[in-house]
């Protein structure tokens, strides 16, 4: 795999989905939505995602993340007023509350399909929505460095975006759901903690000389390198505001630029032992931005929350310079205001909801509705769709 390099720029890809607005459920139409962008906005850049109730707002490349953001919030204008014409709702979260994974359909591409071919029951579950972020490594010889020491990050940015706390009608405890299921393929979940670039490369050629990149067209780890001179970091949950996702975004544009430089100093970056990056992973899926992380190879702790504070303050000066000081600010506004997935929580309970996770509350028709609570849930969804809308109008 080759890796040209490239300057410190930024890309942001948004996955969003497509609900009914009176059932509040998924419904396949995203060909006819991407048909009518394509009549009333030629030449936009959403795109067609793996589920046919799923599009993907994909920025171009930019320089700073405001600038990133502009391309984003043109095009989640451009769809609002086509889900308009066609009488849909968007939706964003990292899973959607209670929608039956057994019901939804496919893209119309064989990639697609051939992964179910190869993943069958796992693969079916993906009803998941996140954020990408590309920023630009100048040298390949920085690439894996630099992505062992965002590993050390991972609870970070995922606690600050976690939107997932439901699945089947059922709260689930956990702040991402959708991390937990993800990891399911085979080919997603943590990097391996690769030390040179020459590493990697083998990794591939075994990954090609087995057949599996030729299955799935690339591995799908949480981060990764691309062929565009970027590292991609893939893992943060689908926000219910574009505020929220430059907050990521800004977060994560300031973090590599940070490392790339201290590897220019001659500084070494952090990094932590596999299965300390990998509790850390579901310290943040499970508690969010109440999670106790692991910092160091000594297995000092800290609260998560505690964690992004001292880094903004970090961070700040060169987000000043990289022009997303504004935007880094809103890490500690979701730390204020409270993540998604406890924004989701409080709107099912408010609804009806079971007060403890994985409890079935029994409807007005009892066994009837199995047990399950998805009218409580469609008032997540609401506030997910209630809350893109007007942050649409104040831009």
Not at 2 to 14: A, N, R
Not at 206 to 235: A, C, L, W
Not at 321 to 338: F, P, Q, S
């Amino acid at each position: 795999m080759e890796f040209p390099g490239s300057q410190p720029t930024l890309g942001i890809e948004w996955e969003v989905a497509l609900v009914d607005p009176a059932t509040r459920d998924l419904v396949p139409r995203a060909k006819e939505l991407l048909e009518r962008m394509d009549e009333r906005y030629p030449g936009h850049s959403v795109t067609r995602e793996f589920l046919a109730n799923t599009v993907e707002l994909v920025s171009g490349i930019h320089q700073t993340v405001p600038q990133a953001m502009a391309d984003i919030n043109t095009q989640l204008a451009q769809l609002l007023n086509c889900a308009d014409d066609l009488g849909v709702e968007v939706f964003s979260a990292g899973t959607h509350p209670f929608a039956d994974w057994g019901d939804q359909q496919l893209s119309e591409k064989g990639s697609y399909r051939e992964i179910i071919e190869r993943t069958q029951y796992w693969g079916r579950q993906m009803l998941i929505w996140g954020i990408h972020i590309h920023v630009g490594v100048s040298k390949r010889e920085y690439v894996w460095p630099i992505i062992n020491a965002l590993m050390t990050h991972y609870p970070h940015v995922l606690a600050l975006s976690a939107s997932s706390p439901a699945w089947n009608g059922l709260d689930t405890g956990y702040a991402s759901n959708r991390t937990l299921l993800y990891q399911q393929l085979p080919t997603a979940g943590m990097p391996y903690q690769f030390n040179t670039w020459q590493e990697w490369e083998e990794f591939n050629r075994d990954q090609d000389r087995s057949g599996v990149i030729n299955h799935t067209g690339s591995m799908h780890f949480d981060v990764r390198p691309t062929k565009y001179g970027t590292v991609e970091i893939r893992f943060a949950d689908a926000a219910m505001a574009p505020w929220k996702v430059a907050a990521v975004a800004a977060y994560t544009h300031a973090l590599v630029v940070y490392f790339e430089r201290e590897l220019a100093a001659g500084r070494p970056l952090p990094s932590l032992q596999q299965w300390h990056v990998a509790e850390n992973k579901w310290r943040a899926a499970r508690y969010g931005l109440d999670a106790l992380i692991i910092l160091d190879r000594e297995t000092n702790e800290a609260l998560v929350t505690d964690e992004l504070r001292r880094w903004v303050e970090i961070l700040t000066p060169l987000a000043v310079e990289l022009g997303c000081a504004e935007e880094l600010g809103g890490v500690e506004r979701i730390i204020a205001e409270g993540g998604d997935y406890a924004l989701q929580r409080a709107a099912a309970r408010n609804a009806g909801a079971a007060l403890e996770p994985g409890v079935r509350t029994r409807g007005d028709h009892g066994a009837e509705q199995g047990f399950t609570q998805p009218e409580s849930w469609k008032a997540a969804v609401d506030l997910t769709v209630e809350t893109l809308r007007n942050e649409v109008r104040t831009l």
